[in-house]
């Protein structure tokens, strides 16, 4: 792609992914969540729980130096991710497919980490982000459910992240049923972010 | 800024802005905004009712090739937009004084048009945005009055723009009160957007 | 039923309610909307677009002396109103199958009118309930559809009824799956109310 | 008070309460929090942390045969409170000055119990609500922050209250600002209730 053309923001649009019947994170909650990575042209981004790749996806096409390592241990939701990258032509995507967090010892290193999905290890998940980033190195995590809500949020405190900034992201789209405009509500979704603090690593 | 550091996504954070008593779209309503700009690396982004440049200056901070033409009426917010400009270094910001639609006419081209304030003339700014850009330039507009809502969606829509999107971004952020997570709302913001379609121009 | 045991304030599950296909008014906006209307204990209520009922059954069983009437088209909503109307007792109900306006002439007299739909002739039915209602009538409208917003806040406006009042009820509900809990967003429903002021009628 | 004009329903306004600096839940929670009690007319309802007392008055006044009882810590809202019961005129209205849960066993006996404020004992307060009531007796609780919200929903499952229930009220009110109407954001209340299950007491 030429340099005229070649993107730069996330801005792909939800029907652009190949789907399935893995939950998607949407494109509103995708340009939240990448927009507090605060992403630099030669980050390497750890996509924990990367679902069928919208979030891997938006952050490695914007990246021509960096890259993306997405894990996820759906099956499913590997082969999607697979056709998403192929179909996006991004081949700075590394896909782990493995339960973390087992196996992340296979990452030496991360400059920006997402948490889109936890497998009820989230403690675990956030210790492991807090390790492997540098100094300044930050944290993003997406959260639906209250008691994820709960961990995610004491646990990013716990270990020293500084830039602490909770939100939550509630949706209503206008659907167009004949002639009207129907608002419809997506699911509220908690979006937590940090930057790794001096003391810890 | 060596390549390695450059930004690749909007994310500046609400606190880096020289802020005044002028309103400012915040981090969260921006990262949707823009990310439906779908911006390319040589955009031309014209910003109708700029503020104190927030939208501007994510644009601006993007583009190695682009460029921003902030139009902005309000004394107080321009004098904190060249604040602003000069803070985040951005020379690709050209900023206008006057009050849209007057004075549009100074303006020949643009691939993308942000509405963030209209100053009542709402509708002629959606009928200029749709008669400067060329085919799939696309519009993005934030509404938080209900007549500029129904204006901007009827607008938008009579003129012909396609891939239309009507979404309602209601935040609530928390807030460390001592110990405890205060979660505070914030006011919704609509944002309608568009591509402009092939057959008017 | 006993005095000790009577209800004094809306509080009807949504499983309680017989179901079918007909969209039903939520426990959380049923609440808001009925709270708008002030009722007192002899009040004829009107309520256009009952459907199921919901509304409807909820005001007549706390009212010892007033009574209830609910208009709605939907042949098959109407069915399952009369089967709530007999699941709750409410010998104070009287259903009236038509498509308003037409045959609105029937009711002579309103306190209070509750527009929970409006099969696109949402200013007529305004218009009427301003003109069946005495002084301090109250009106109240639930809308789900950016159009009627318009229309219905337009026109409430311009018919002169006062202590005008507009909210968006946005509810997200805790849903048990497994051992967390997952919050679900609802549609955004918008409750728009006044009173008939001193001039028209 | 004539029957004909006894109010049926919650439905007091924000702007009739006597006010102060003390935060007052507002009316939309309000009737949210009086529909999930399914008041009785003869019911003992203990509103814990009242504050200025609206949620008491508006319960207060619809019970003609039960009563209130509001226990407050705050020494100003107690003040705004007494001036709430005399301008409602509610005699069915005791207040006890007190922190909770330090003088809780002046009550003998409540059917419902409101949770409004805790002041960091609100698994204590559960508990005690838990004891105080007979098997089927509800319990609303209203939070605003993140602690409490995981602290309430643990600790109401924990002690085997059934029917639980948990919704987020998210409210934006439209502000007339000269000619056209701005939405504002209003602070998210989480409203937890349940009933009191057979096992425990």
Redesign the interface.
Known sequence: MN?????????V?DSEFVRGKVPMTK??V???T?????????DIVVDLGAGSGSLSIE?AR????GSVVSVERNPEAIAILKQNREKFGCKNITILEMEAPVGLDQIAYADKVIIGGSGGHLAELIDWANKVMPECGRLVMNM???????IG?ETIQHLGFDEL??????????KG?G??????????VYVISGRKGRIHG
């Open positions: 340099n005229e053309k070649r993107p730069v923001n996330s801005g649009k494109a509103e995708r340009a939240v990448l927009s507090k990575l605060q992403l630099k042209n030669s952050a914007l990246l021509t130096e639906i459910t209250l008691e994820n809500l709960h949020w900034e909770l939100v939550q992201i509630f949706v209503s789209r206008g049923v002639s009207v405009t129907m608002m419809m509500g997506e699911n509220p």
